[in-house]
């Protein structure tokens, strides 16, 4: 556990925003999944909607989450915290600054929401 106490988990997927990138996305996911470059959006959403395991824990789960694609990212974040990360990622926002929770590696190496789910249950 992280000696700060985490406000909000920050999910910042590998994709950009924009119904065209959602199409290609899709079509990617479907087409040449073991390509897809982003392990997040593979395992919170299929090739057209959100993955159910990782909805009920989204619902249900008591933390405060926010989910961005990077462009997202770095026009909210980016200026204030002035971070730079690879993608996709998970962060905590503390008080003060944003801590990284499951790192690029760690969600490449994920193979599903349940794993997702228990990565972080045990960092928050």
Known sequence: MKPNKIDKLIFVYNAETGLQNQLLDGAHKILSPSTYNCRLCAITFGAFKENTTWKNFRKTSSLTMEFLHKDEYKKKYASK????????????????????????????????????ISSLNKCV
């Open 81 to 116: 915290f002035n971070y730079n990360f690879t993608f996709p990622i998970v962060l905590g926002q503390t008080h003060d600054e944003l801590e990284i929770v499951i790192n690029t590696e760690e969600l490449n190496n994920l193979v599903d929401a349940k794993s997702l």
